[in-house]
Each structure stands twice: as C-alpha cells, then as structure tokens.
C-alpha cells in the first residue's frame, strides 16, 4: 500500500472503488476496449498535421500513468492481448486509410498494455520501449497516409491506387514505417515489440504469447502488405497527384532516419529505459522466428492476393450497440405517440 498524504504518483492498490475508478479513466484514455470507439473515430478526423500530435501524446500518457500506477495488475494482461487482436481484425476490414492506422493504434497498445500486466522489469521496459518506438513508427505511417489525403483529397483505399508513379518518396518512406511496425530486422519495431512477447514466454503466458505472434503477423498483412498495396501498387486509378511539400518529406525522414537507428543501436535505445536492460534482440532464434512469420504471412498474401481488394463499405464497430439502442428507443417514441395521441 503506497503511503498516503503525498503527491507522488506510484503504484496504486490493485483493489478498491477508487483505484478502480482511477483504472477505468486510464484505461478510457488508453483506448482499450469496450472503452475504445473514440479513437478511431476522433482520429481520422483530424487534420493531416493534428492527427499526429493525437497519435503521439493521448494515448502514451495513458500507457505511461498505467506503467507508473498499476504495474502487474493481471487483468490488464487479458485486455491487452484481446486488445492486440481486436485492433489487427478491425484494421482488416477497414477501408478508410486513416481509420485503418488508428485500428493498429488500438492493436500496438495492447502489447503496451500486456507489458504492464505482466508487471516485470523486461515487460515494463518493453511496453515503455514499445510507446516510445510506436510514436515514431506510426507517426510516419500517419505522415504518410496524411499525404496521400493532402494530395489527392481521397481518403478511402478502393478510390485509391498506383500512386508510387507519382508519390515515389511517400511509398518509400512510408514502407519503412511499415516494416518497422511489424517487427522487421534492424528497425524500431524490431527492438521493442519483442521485450513484450519475450517478455509473455518468460512469464509462462503461452496463450498471449501466442496471441500477440497472431497480431504481429496480422499488422504486417494489413498495414505493411494490403494498404500500400491498394494505395501505391493496385490498380492505376489515374489520379493526379505528386510528392508533398518539402517540409512533409523531411518529416517523414527524419520519422524514418529514427526508426532505423534505433533498430542498428539498440543499446543506446535501452539506456532511457527505467530498469536496466539485459535484453539482446539479435539471438540467432529472435531473427529466425521474425523472418519466418514475415515470410509466411508475404507467402499467404501473394497467395490470396485476389482476397485483399478493398471494398467501399463501412465498418461498424462498438457504433452498432448505438445504432441497435437509438433505432429501439425511436421505436418505442414512436409507440408511445401513436397510443398517446387523441382519436379523430
């Protein structure tokens, strides 16, 4: 039990109405679900430049009060790993450029939200490694698909395609963001999505351990295989568009420059960590497994390429319980007029 009367911020009782009303506003913020449809419907809508101050800071704070104030606290490990997947399956059938990488939003702090969960100091160090790469890789992703809006004004995928002809920098870029959020050898996602899943072995966590390799495979099939696909490689639709503005670019590498150089410089990564770190990322096992579930899943997409053609629809998530709830209380109004009113 931490002392009380004083104002510093550490690790609350796991128990309680108070603690527990405290956990729900993080975990509000922290976007888990069912308390998660403000994100990705608040995020597309921002500005192109607004979206990534709301990708870097709403969100982490949360991840870095739970880090500060409920560290091993295990149902967070459950809402994670659900959390990771929930994220990935929606981001599939999302349709909407921006809207997609707010989904992956949802999936990547779930690891955060395992990491701390499971409470130790590799699990800790992992999910505030995790938010600290998360803000630079998917800050480019974002750059990058708020460029193709500010170029072209089109935001939905099936309106897009061929784009690398004209936007070959923002591909280029934008891949490297990509590769980086699914854990691709000598980037940022490399060094710090794994402290989490190495993190779930140590601790006997099979299931999540195997929930987060599934979540892992999945937002390499739809944000780093299936989204440039329909945007940059599909089907030419002609439109006229070019590069962005200068200043976007360097944005975007600069974005770039550090996923990269966290990736080849681990180490120096690790020393802003709060617990000292004796993790390796590059074991002969860690680089064998990674290529294989990359391999696999490049493997799957070719596969079924004709599957992943996006489709102008609209995915209805938490929306649908409001949707259901408005359409039966119209109906009971609507009752209760028809009894209520005098007959002619």
């Not at 070719?302 to 629809?313: A, G, P, Q, V, W």
């Not at 609209?314 to 007959?343: H, Q, T």
């Amino acid at each position: 039990m931490p002392p009380v009367g004083g104002i510093a911020f550490n690790a609350l009782p796991h128990t309680g109405l108070g603690a527990t009303l405290i956990l729900i506003g993080f975990l509000l913020n922290a976007a888990v679900p069912p308390l998660h449809a403000w994100l990705a419907d608040a995020y597309p809508e921002a500005t192109v430049t607004g979206i990534i101050f709301l990708s870097a800071f709403t969100t982490k704070t949360a991840v870095y009060a739970l880090v500060r104030g409920f560290p091993g606290m295990e149902i967070l490990i459950v809402l994670g790993a659900v959390m990771a997947v929930y994220g990935v399956v929606y981001a599939m059938l999302e349709n909407d450029i921006r809207r997609l990488l707010a989904y992956h939003m949802l999936s990547q702090i779930g690891y955060m939200v395992v990491g701390v969960g499971i409470g130790s100091e590799l699990a800790r160090n992992g999910a505030v490694a995790l938010a600290v790469a998360n803000i630079v890789y998917k800050g480019l992703l974002l750059m990058g698909m708020s460029s193709v809006l500010f170029m072209t004004g089109k935001r939905k995928a099936s309106e897009l395609g061929g784009l690398y002809r004209t936007m070959p920098w923002t591909f280029r870029l934008f891949m490297i963001g990509g590769l980086s959020i699914s854990g691709f050898p000598l980037l940022a996602g490399f060094v710090s999505k794994s402290m989490v899943v190495s993190a779930a072995a140590e601790a006997h966590q099979g299931w999540v351990f195997l929930l987060l390799t599934l979540a892992s495979a999945g937002t390499f099939l739809s944000t780093t295989l299936k989204l440039p696909y329909a945007v940059f490689l599909g089907e030419d639709k002609k439109i006229a568009a070019t590069d962005p503005p200068k200043n976007m670019l360097v944005a975007m590498g600069l974005a770039a420059l550090l996923c990269v150089l966290m990736g080849i410089l681990p180490g120096l990564f690790y020393r802003l960590l709060p617990f000292p770190a004796e993790y390796h990322p590059y074991t002969l096992a860690h680089l064998v497994e990674s290529l294989q579930i990359l391999c696999a899943t490049a493997l799957g997409f070719i596969f079924f390429l004709h599957k992943f053609h996006s489709e102008n629809t609209i995915s209805l998530d938490i929306d649908w319980f409001y949707r259901k709830g408005a359409a039966a209380f119209l109906w009971l109004a609507k009752l209760n007029k028809s009894f209520s009113s005098p007959e002619r």
